[in-house]
């Protein structure tokens, strides 16, 4: 099968399936490792793939840069750096709903002519796929209406405004979670069939079932510093945790948490610092690495469409503590928001920093192996990369046959 990918896709995920030195390439569109994996097991299966994304370094000479590999061609589509004020002589890319980085993309969909295409996220992507005008299917990562909720910026109103033009004119939607499908059954005419984001297979090649350490080494991961995310619950939190239990270390990834920015400011200043390391923005594997090197993941989100960084502490055999009511992430971890022992989560309140802190103490009871192992297990079953494409491809073949929700 000739399949399309179209999403947010960094180089350094595809870099192993060019031919070609990506040392001069663009860089792609970080933050999505899942594009890869996607591809990369795609291709496994003898498919060709073509991959199309946007880097706003190629604005300045307007040109479409492709690289290939064996059935892998990957197209780079340049897009406006500036999201209101002018690029050169264009509007910023928000003010006219990403029409130029829609046009580039189209523009390069219709070139490699794939026999179907999947585009991720509700816009700009998935708008070019539509308007390419081939078979098609769309993975909705996120719920425009609830992120826009927790964001209230116009930035966030004119993408809402996309997605639901996403929703009227595309055909065919899948979703990562069975709370994604709830929250978008509203949007679409036709039921949404859930497949979740895979990880990785050196993920997967990591980890094991742990015994109770005697170390309290906890880790939080949290791109950005706002209500969605909820850090401040949790970092007062392991401040108690850590009166009572002072060997206990808070390790701090993501955007916002590096040293000296908000987050360690913010410690800082609340008195609350003591304990805590702040790596910040870290690359996927060397991510990867060191969690496997802590005993726990602590998740605050009050709202997760999914939780990939769930997903792969538990394969990695961590614990969690996270969210009764945010979102995906009761399903994600096999709990209907009940805190079973034979689930891998001590799930809780996360807006309230006494009830975490309580979890934190509840993780590392005798339950503490079962807990590792029913997360290790599952995501195994459930978020491997072979079952998530199996998914995909048995979608794709529906697609091409005009036999979906029928």
């Known amino acids: 099968m000739n399949i399309g990918i179209v999403g ?37 299966q003898g498919h060709k793939v073509s991959a199309f994304t946007t880097d706003s370094s190629l604005y300045a000479s307007g040109a479409t840069v492709k690289a290939s590999g064996p059935n892998f061609d990957f197209y780079i589509c340049p897009s406006r750096p500036r999201a209101w004020r002018f690029n050169s002589y264009r509007l ?30 509700t816009y700009e992507f998935a708008n070019a796929t539509i308007k390419a005008g081939r078979p ?10 609830v992120v826009f909720r927790y964001t209230r910026s116009l930035y966030r109103a004119i993408r809402y405004l996309v997605a639901r033009q996403v929703f009227r004119n595309g055909s065919y939607f899948t979703t990562v979670s069975t709370y994604m499908a709830s929250s978008l059954r509203n949007y679409v005419k036709d039921d949404i069939e859930v497949v979740p984001n895979p ?11 742990r015994a109770r350490p005697e170390t309290r080494r906890i880790g939080l991961i949290c791109n950005g510093w706002d209500l969605r995310k909820n850090p401040k619950p949790a970092l007062e939190a392991f401040a108690k945790l850590r009166c009572r ?20 400011t913010w410690c800082i200043q609340q008195g609350l610092n003591s304990g805590m390391v702040f790596h910040g923005v870290t690359p996927h594997k060397q991510l990867i690495e060191q969690l496997e090197q802590l005993d726990l993941l602590l998740h605050p989100a009050l709202e997760e469409s999914f939780g990939v960084v769930i997903a792969e502490a ?15 992430v009761p399903w994600v971890v096999g709990s209907e928001g009940v805190m079973d022992i034979d689930c891998c989560a001590v799930l809780t309140d996360v807006s309230d ?19 590792s192992l029913a997360g290790y297990l599952r995501a195994r079953k459930m978020f491997s990369p072979k079952a998530v494409t199996d998914s995909y491809l048995a979608i794709y073949k529906r697609i091409l046959l005009g036999s979906v929700n029928e």
Request: glycine residues 10%; aromatic residues 8%.
């Open 8 to 44: 947010p896709i960094a180089t350094e995920y595809v870099a192993d399936f060019l031919a070609t030195n990506t040392d001069n390439l663009p860089r792609g569109y970080p933050g999505a490792p899942l594009m890869g994996v996607l591809i990369g097991q795609l291709l496994k």
């Open 92 to 121: 910023g890319r928000a003010i006219d709903g990403f029409a130029y980085e829609i046009q580039q993309l189209k523009n390069a969909i219709k070139l490699a002519n794939p026999e179907i295409v999947h585009a991720h996220w």
């Open 199 to 209: 990880l990785a297979d050196y993920v997967l090649e990591k980890g094991a079932p």
């Open 314 to 328: 538990m394969a990695l055999g961590l614990p969690i503590v996270a969210g009764q009511n945010s979102g995906a």
């Open 245 to 264: 239990q002072p060997i206990a270390e808070l390790h701090l990834y993501g955007v916002d948490f590096e040293v000296g920015g908000h987050a360690q």
């Open 353 to 371: 920093s006494l009830k975490i802190s309580a979890a934190l103490d509840e993780v590392f009871d005798e339950g503490y192996l079962k807990r």
């Open 136 to 145: 098609h299917l769309i993975t909705c990562h996120d719920a425009p209406a």
